[in-house]
């Protein structure tokens, strides 16, 4: 149990640097356009604030600080709220797209700390005074040698189970429609590679940003290809990235003000279809668990 505040930590760190880009996005560097300049009420540089404390959290966590767990489970609620609740208030035209989309991005790891910071917790609890302290620690305890004599046989290690056939390709289907939205989104946008764009500029910032769907499509599509094989930790990124999706298309279309009746069908649609791929991938992980415990269940059985 050594390793099960790992992936907390890790996600942490990667908190941590959303906030430092988000920071740099908003123009918050020496000669940038928000360096205490009264841009964003001055707000935008409270993120850098935001990612020293996370660090320094992170660091006290690492240390095996069940306090500081405890602590960040808090962090994690208020940054839950608070970062998408800034990037509507202070969001377009003011704020750039790509710095929106940050902040739903660090809400969403935001969410998966908290869920996987209070499952530590509550494990370390359910548990005794020496495992305990082995699992707030990012290093367990050194075994005491073993004679060879002594030693049992070395049981199989089991290899992580796949995905059934069936979910697999349930996976693999409504990535590829909702990629094949995101495509076509970009296409009635009129960002259409190698060809006149109805004099749409190309990028990072309000009406020229609608190429980045093209990226997203890129992004789905990878992650997927892991997740479909039944990696854990794909899974779980797949998820996320499908919750970021549901938010981004469902309100995207209020910030950049679209009245294009077809693109908003397509914003609402991948809403949808983002949607029905964060309930298929909830739905494998808790397969995967459940896949383990029947094992143990017929094993006794025979």
Same mark, same amino acid.
């Given at each position: 149990?050594?390793?099960?505040?790992?992936?907390?930590?890790?996600?942490?760190?990667?908190?941590?640097?959303?906030?430092?880009?988000?920071?740099?996005?908003?123009?918050?560097?020496?000669?940038?356009?928000?360096?205490?300049?009264?841009?964003?009420?001055?707000?935008?540089?409270?993120?850098?604030?935001?990612?020293?404390?996370?660090?320094?959290?992170?660091?006290?966590?690492?240390?095996?600080?069940?306090?500081?767990?405890?602590?960040?489970?808090?962090?994690?609620?208020?940054?839950?709220?608070?970062?998408?609740?800034?990037?509507?208030?202070?969001?377009?035209?003011?704020?750039?797209?790509?710095? +929106?989309?940050?902040?739903?991005?660090?809400?969403?790891?935001?969410?998966?700390?908290?869920?996987?910071?209070? @499952?530590?917790?509550?494990?370390?609890?359910?548990?005794?005074?020496?495992?305990?302290?082995?699992?707030?620690?990012?290093?367990?305890?050194?075994?005491?040698?073993?004679?060879?004599?002594?030693?049992?046989?070395?049981?199989?290690?089991?290899?992580?189970?796949?995905?059934?056939?069936?979910?697999?390709?349930?996976?693999?289907?409504?990535?590829?429609?909702?990629?094949?939205?995101?495509?076509?989104?970009?296409?009635?946008?009129?960002?259409?590679?190698?060809?006149?764009?109805?004099?749409?500029?190309?990028?990072?910032?309000?009406?020229?940003?609608?190429?980045?769907?093209?990226?997203?499509?890129? +992004?789905?599509?990878?992650?997927?290809? @892991?997740?479909?094989?039944?990696?854990?930790?794909?899974?779980?990124?797949?998820?996320?990235?499908?919750?970021?999706?549901?938010?981004?298309?469902?309100?995207?279309?209020?910030?950049?003000?679209?009245?294009?009746?077809?693109?908003?069908?397509?914003?609402?649609?991948?809403?949808?279809?983002?949607?029905?791929?964060?309930?298929?991938?909830?739905?494998?992980? @808790?397969?995967?668990?459940?896949?383990?415990?029947?094992? +143990?269940?017929?094993?006794?059985?025979?």
């Amino acid at each position: 149990m050594a390793g099960a505040l790992r992936p907390v930590v890790l996600l942490m760190l990667l908190a941590s640097v959303l906030f430092v880009v988000d920071g740099v996005l908003d123009g918050v560097y020496p000669g940038g356009p928000a360096w205490f300049t009264g841009k964003f009420r001055n707000l935008a540089e409270i993120s850098y604030v935001f990612a020293i404390l996370n660090t320094l959290v992170a660091y006290l966590v690492a240390r095996g600080s069940e306090r500081s767990l405890m602590a960040r489970i808090g962090l994690s609620a208020f940054f839950l709220v608070e970062r998408p609740l800034t990037a509507f208030l202070l969001g377009p035209p003011d704020k750039d797209l790509p710095a +929106v989309i940050v902040h739903i991005a660090t809400a969403v790891v935001e969410l998966v700390i908290l869920v996987s910071a209070v @499952r530590v917790w509550r494990l370390g609890h359910s548990i005794g005074d020496d495992e305990m302290a082995s699992l707030f620690g990012l290093q367990g305890p050194s075994p005491m040698p073993v004679p060879a004599s002594d030693q049992d046989d070395p049981a199989p290690r089991q290899g992580a189970p796949g995905l059934p056939k069936r979910t697999a390709w349930l996976l693999g289907i409504i990535t590829i429609l909702l990629a094949a939205v995101l495509v076509a989104d970009g296409v009635v946008s009129g960002f259409v590679p190698g060809f006149a764009s109805g004099g749409r500029e190309w990028g990072l910032s309000g009406d020229a940003s609608g190429w980045l769907v093209y990226l997203f499509a890129i +992004v789905v599509l990878t992650v997927a290809a @892991r997740a479909v094989h039944g990696g854990t930790l794909a899974l779980r990124l797949l998820l996320a990235t499908a919750l970021l999706f549901v938010i981004e298309r469902a309100f995207s279309p209020f910030a950049l003000r679209i009245v294009d009746p077809i693109a908003l069908v397509l914003h609402e649609l991948g809403a949808f279809v983002a949607l029905a791929l964060a309930l298929a991938c909830a739905s494998a992980i @808790r397969a995967q668990r459940a896949n383990p415990q029947d094992g +143990v269940a017929s094993l006794e059985a025979a």
